[in-house]
């Protein structure tokens, strides 16, 4: 417990340290709200003198003031991302942001003994902040002195020596990860030894090791994830790896040296779809300078569709039908089916010409039939059904051979068009009978049994179709559910969406604003969320696990990278879904004939080879003939194997084991059960506070913690057709310690080794 508050204690100092930093940019900016104010109120009293040359000064100095003090109060909040501690430079001398300009270190920066002292340290932020002394508070993300904190990489560092990513909410400094761009060196700063918080502090242990071999393994890190990072984006990157492999980090450092190197390129915006909305919640807290301006989104495959948000989860064979490319073809009769509901009218009658016309319902379905007959979503089939509906109308009027003179017979027709097509009955009966279908009503609708067995007669098994509408009818959406809501919405067609009013702004009272500004300056985040309401393709697509796509989900973000460029990022060894060939199908088809280029990552830093080896024996029965990344060291620490007997108290065997390894190591305990024991688990171990948490087997997929409890290898390798793939992800998500619990299904020895896991 001692090495663990003083792990403790050094990262909240460090957040300390930014907090204090974050109070003094605050009360900087506090200030400078004043100065716009009292500019705004000078130049109100400016107004008195009368003159038309007064007039004009007024305006234009409220107008500045007034975008200065508008730009100041929106930007006030969540803005302090960054910070870089840079080496000295070559020269002396300053840019316009307060900031060295000199890219490389200066030829005396690094000692002969491999250590240094921080010449510079910058903050990065949403906008310049200076003090009163002029020197920069925080450099514009936009700015090139903000420039390393994308570029710079451990292959090409130039002056940085450390990274940190802060995350914060508000005026309030949460927590802070850093990156170390030189993990070899001893760095100082202000005298004392340059504290690492995260995982820089790993990469900064292994490349101050004695050993040259420990040495020689962080530069072959550094070296093949430098590779993808700058790999040019014209194509498809493909990026695999193992566990611990670095793989999702490579990905976001990606989308920042892409946005930075190339911001006009990818204006159209950088997309970074993730599995789980855990993984999200890590992907946004390792980058989150990349919301600015709308151009990156991150997004978990279940908040992809706008309204949609998945928080249930499929049994697994539902998922295996749900995430099948055989929907499309159910999903395709299921829009155009949707039209006919029970409450559906069988009859339109409409009076014209002075006759009362009707069409029943064999007409009226023969005119549905012909509609349907083309490929167009069903929405922007409407006019085509009203035409034909006209049609058959003015057929039973007789009115149609009254005149041989075309222009009468066309004058006559639109006037029959004319009035019935604005009669309440007839509207009354469009509306009824072909309404504007969303994809949720459709969704629901599949939810009867009875009509989705039509829907999917000869593609689905009954079933199947049971427990598909079942799974529909429960309350809530799956991830897989999203897909075929975005599918829907395809087939479908938008409908139209009505404009939105612009806000009130009381600037706009002012006299004289009209001309010099008619519409208020639209600020980061405003136009940050507009884009992202309006965005439904991309410049960039980076898919992050990609092996656990489904071939519905790919369809998906297919679409939004229509003519993106891509990098794909994953292991075949820890896809979770069942039917590998079919995705790569669905993959292929959304990359389309783009050149793809492949990469890997062999190294695992994350895991300890104690644990590499017993992950192994289970990618040896899951992928035979597939090699593990190897492991870059060895703590000597073995797993440890505890087995529940039959009739055994499993629940006091997980709470007990998980107290153990929060005594045992200094950070977050991972307790992984099979999906359908997720619920029971958080009450085992309710009241063991925040550094343990439960989770699903297919949750843990792209995360990590200090230790791990791996409860009953055999319910999560029989969990579905994908098991052992799953359990070679549980795992392998643990830094320093791993436990696993047998129960009686895992078939134990005398030692507690269940048998999977044994030789």
């Known amino acids: 417990m001692a090495a663990q508050e003083a792990v403790d204690t050094v990262r909240d100092r460090e957040i300390g340290v930014e907090q204090e930093h974050l109070d003094q940019v605050y009360r900087r ?86 250590t240094a002292d921080i010449g510079e340290t ?19 993300w936009r700015a090139p002195a903000a420039a390393p904190f994308y570029r710079s990489t451990p292959v090409e560092p130039g002056r940085v020596v450390r990274r940190r990513v802060i995350r914060s909410k508000g005026r ?104 789980t909305p855990l993984l999200v919640s890590y992907t946004e807290g390792v980058l989150p300078s990349l919301g600015e301006e709308g151009q990156v989104a991150i997004r978990a495959l279940g908040n992809l569709v706008d309204g949609a948000e998945a928080d249930a989860y499929d049994e697994p064979a539902v998922s295996r039908v749900k995430g099948s490319s055989r929907m499309l073809a159910v999903l395709r009769k299921a829009s155009r089916g949707a039209l006919d509901r029970p409450d559906s009218p069988k009859l339109l009658r409409v009076v014209a010409f002075g006759r009362r016309l009707e069409l029943e319902e064999n007409e009226l379905r023969r005119i549905r039939q012909n509609v ?33 003179d075309p222009e009468l017979a066309a004058e006559l027709r639109s006037s029959f068009d004319e009035d019935v097509s604005t009669e309440d009955s007839f509207l009354g009966f469009l509306d009824a009978w072909w309404p504007e279908l969303a994809p949720r009503q459709v969704l629901d609708a599949m939810a009867d049994e009875k009509r989705l067995g039509r829907w999917a007669r000869r593609v689905l098994n009954p079933g199947e179709v049971r ?33 939105r009013k612009r806000e009130y702004d009381p600037l706009d009272q002012l006299t004289g604003l009209e001309e010099l500004m008619p519409v208020r300056e639209e600020t980061q ?43 794909i990022v994953g292991d075949p060894a820890q896809s979770s879904w069942s039917d590998p060939d079919e995705a790569a199908a669905a993959r292929d088809e959304a990359l389309g004939s783009r050149p793809r280029r492949r990469f890997e990552l062999t190294v695992n830093y994350r895991n300890p080879a104690e644990i590499a080896e017993l992950a192994a024996k289970v990618l040896a029965l899951a992928m035979p003939g597939k090699e593990s990344p190897r492991a870059v060291r060895s703590t000597g620490v073995e797993p440890r194997f505890v087995a529940v007997g039959k009739g055994g108290d ?30 029971e688990a ?14 699903g087997s297919l949750e843990a997929k792209g995360l990590e913690y200090d230790a791990t409890l791996v409860v009953s290898p055999a319910e999560i390798a029989d969990e579905s057709p994908a098991g052992l793939r799953v359990l070679y992800v549980a795992l392998t998500r643990s830094t320093q310690a791993l436990t696993v619990l047998s129960g009686e299904r895992d078939l134990p020895d005398e030692a507690g080794v269940p048998d999977l896991l044994r030789d």
């Open 29 to 114: 900016l506090e200030e400078k709200i004043h100065e716009a104010e009292f500019l705004m109120n000078d130049a109100a009293q400016k107004g008195h003198v009368g003159t038309p040359g007064a007039l004009a000064e007024r305006d234009a100095q409220v107008f500045r003031a007034g975008v200065h003090l508008n730009r100041l109060n929106n930007e006030f909040e969540d803005f302090l991302f960054g910070r870089i501690d840079l080496l000295e430079g070559k020269d002396g001398v300053k840019g316009p942001d307060g900031a060295y300009t000199s890219v490389e270190p200066a030829d005396d920066a690094i000692r002969a003994d491999n």
């Open 122 to 140: 910058l903050h990065i932020g949403r906008i310049g902040v200076l003090d009163a002394d002029y020197s920069p508070l925080v450099i514009d």
């Open 172 to 275: 309030r400094v949460l927590g802070v990860e850093d990156d170390l761009m030189r993990p070899e060196l001893k760095a100082s700063l202000g005298g004392a030894a340059l504290p690492v918080i995260g995982d820089g502090a790993l990469m900064a242990a292994l490349g101050q090791a004695r050993s040259h071999t420990m040495r020689d393994i962080v530069s072959s890190i550094q070296a093949e994830q430098d590779l993808v990072i700058r790999a040019p984006a014209a194509s498809v990157t493909y990026v695999e790896g193992g566990p611990g492999t670095g793989k999702t980090a490579v990905a976001l450092h990606r989308a920042a040296y892409l946005l930075y190197q190339d911001r006009r390129r990818y204006a159209g915006g950088i997309l970074i779809v993730s599995p």
């Open 372 to 404: 349907l007959s083309g490929t167009a979503p069903v929405n922007l089939l409407r006019p085509r059904a009203r035409r034909l509906l006209l049609d058959a109308l003015y057929a039973r009027s007789g009115a149609a051979g009254r005149h041989s």
């Open 467 to 499: 427990r598909v509408a079942r799974s529909l009818r429960r309350p809530g959406l799956s991830v897989h559910d999203v897909a075929l809501l975005d599918e829907l919405h395809t087939l479908l067609g938008a409908p139209a969406r009505p404009k």
């Open 525 to 567: 985040r405003e136009r940050a969320e507009r884009l992202a309401a309006e965005r439904t393709e991309y410049a960039h697509v980076i898919v992050d696990e990609a092996q656990d796509l489904t071939p519905m989900q790919w369809r998906m973000v297919g679409r939004r990278g229509r003519h993106a460029t891509w990098t």
């Open 650 to 679: 499993l629940a006091g065997a997980v709470r007990s084991e998980a107290e153990r390894l929060l005594a045992g190591v200094e950070g977050t305990v991972g307790v992984v059960v099979a999906m359908d024991r997720r619920a």
């Open 682 to 695: 958080a009450r085992w171990l309710d009241g063991l506070g925040d550094r343990v948490v439960a989770l």
